[in-house]
């Protein structure tokens, strides 16, 4: 009768302590929705961006229209059968401008290649200021035998971006990612 007693107990217990576990999950799968337009919000209000459309970014107020930065873009494809050069050479743009570029990229091999692109920035400590918000060297690039593409390049230039930087040099050099598109 005890043993009866006792199980009987532990079978209520155990049921409350499902039911009690089911609401803890079930709120915090509530809360955790309810935290998306929060979180929107809480950025918008402090103008962090990134939640907010692209559009949004576009009409920054944040553009320093007293000040042109000279943006000098480079390319280079060490070791690889590619010609690849940016479309523009050089440009002037306000600080904390939305601004797109684009790299002509064309592979010579008759074989496809694959290659990644690395970034490097003059003066160095630039490269705190330029963000990059879409650039083909986020990923590997994969041309077949005689393809050329242009690829995007969207940056902003921080308008915090010290004063006695006036130029700001762009670099990608381009390596073969071994094994992907071997050389023939």
């Given at each position: 009768?005890?043993?009866?007693?006792?199980?009987?107990?532990?079978?209520?217990?155990?049921?409350?302590?499902?039911?009690?576990?089911?609401?803890?999950?079930?709120?915090?799968?509530?809360?955790?929705?309810?935290?998306?337009?929060?979180?929107?919000?809480?950025?918008?209000?402090?103008?962090?961006?990134?939640?907010?459309?692209?559009?949004?970014?576009?009409?920054?107020?944040?553009v320093d229209?007293?000040?042109?930065?000279?943006?000098?873009?480079?390319?280079?494809?060490?070791?690889?059968?590619?010609?690849?050069?940016?479309?523009?050479?050089?440009?002037?743009?306000?600080?904390?401008?939305?601004?797109?570029?684009?790299?002509?990229?064309?592979?010579?091999?008759?074989?496809?290649?694959?290659?990644?692109?690395?970034?490097?920035?003059?003066?160095?400590?630039?490269?705190?200021?330029?963000?990059?918000?879409?650039?083909?060297?986020?990923?590997?690039?994969?041309?077949?035998?005689?393809?050329?593409?242009?690829?995007?390049?969207?940056?902003?230039?921080?308008?915090?971006?010290?004063?006695?930087?006036?130029?700001?040099?762009?670099?990608?050099?381009?390596?073969e990612v071994?094994?992907?598109?071997?050389?023939?």
């Open positions: 009768m005890a043993n009866e007693l006792l199980a009987g107990r532990r079978e209520r217990d155990n049921r409350r302590l499902f039911t009690r576990l089911s609401v803890v999950a079930v709120a915090m799968f509530g809360f955790g929705f309810a935290l998306v337009p929060f979180y929107d919000q809480i950025c918008r209000a402090l103008g962090i961006n990134s939640l907010v459309e692209r559009g949004e970014i576009a009409a920054n107020s944040q229209r007293t000040r042109l930065v000279s943006i000098e873009f480079d390319a280079n494809a060490h070791g690889m059968p590619w010609r690849f050069q940016p479309a523009v050479r050089h440009m002037e743009v306000h600080p904390g401008e939305l601004v797109q570029v684009e790299y002509e990229v064309a592979n010579v091999r008759g074989a496809p290649v694959t290659g990644q692109a690395v970034v490097s920035y003059g003066p160095a400590l630039a490269g705190r200021y330029f963000r990059k918000l879409e650039c083909f060297c986020f990923t590997q690039q994969t041309l077949a035998a005689g393809e050329s593409r242009r690829m995007p390049v969207s940056f902003v230039v921080d308008a915090s971006l010290p004063g006695d930087i006036n130029t700001i040099t762009l670099s990608y050099t381009f390596f071994a094994g992907l598109g071997g050389k023939s």
